[in-house]
């Protein structure tokens, strides 16, 4: 069995629809530790030390959060920065991460066609993830390509919670296969690559 930790940053958590059902579906799965950063640290002083211990005893870290202007709520950036430092995630004698795996749960408000090359958003939502995949990378971990909700605002988040439900329990029990999430450009509740499936 794999050991994950999913880590949830959403600063207006309750007036959530999406990510708060996938919070609350996540909590039914036993063997994943969930920790919510803006509760845990409301005026973001991060415990570094304790954050690295985390990841230390884990093998697959998912990071929940929506999609704020291309990128993440800002206590997830300073998560990154202070917690993934030199010495521990990169450069001399940064390995600590090698060998596991990341993967990000994002809700995204615009449907899945605003984001294509003739869409409003103009590039696919890959594109602005791209920083996550390289922080992966630089950290020797593996990128699984994340499970994504479009058109968050007005989507019944049921079948999406409960797809990251089977999700986290899939990857806790080892049957998320993880070699075909990382090959693939999103996940969504409905192509979920579990070991005994065919690909879709």
Do not use: C
Not at 68 to 74: E, G, I
Not at 125 to 137: G, K, N, V, Y
Request: proline fraction near 6%; charged fraction near 25%; hydrophobic fraction near 40%.
């Amino acid at each position: 069995m794999a050991r994950v930790i999913l880590y949830y940053a959403h600063p207006g958590h309750r007036f959530s629809r999406a990510n708060r059902a996938m919070w609350a579906a996540a909590e039914a799965v036993d063997g994943v530790t969930r920790v919510d950063l803006y509760a845990e640290y409301p005026r973001q002083n991060l415990d570094v030390e304790r954050e690295q211990e985390r990841l230390l005893t884990h093998d697959v870290i998912v990071l929940q959060f929506p999609l704020f202007w291309y990128s993440s709520p800002s206590l997830v950036k300073e998560w990154i920065d202070l917690t993934l430092e030199r010495g521990f995630a990169y450069g001399k004698g940064g390995d600590k991460l090698s060998g596991k795996w990341m993967m990000l749960a994002v809700t995204a408000s615009g449907p899945r066609e605003a984001y294509a090359a003739g869409g409003y958003q103009r590039y696919p939502l890959r594109a602005f993830l791209t920083p996550f995949e390289q922080t992966a990378r630089l950290s020797r971990m593996r990128f699984a390509a994340p499970y994504v909700l479009h058109g968050a605002l007005g989507t019944d988040p049921g079948p999406h919670a409960e797809g990251f439900a089977r999700l986290l329990a899939a990857m806790r029990d080892g049957t998320y296969d993880l070699d075909r999430a990382e090959r693939a450009e999103i996940i969504t509740h409905d192509t979920l690559p579990l070991i005994g499936e065919s690909e879709r």
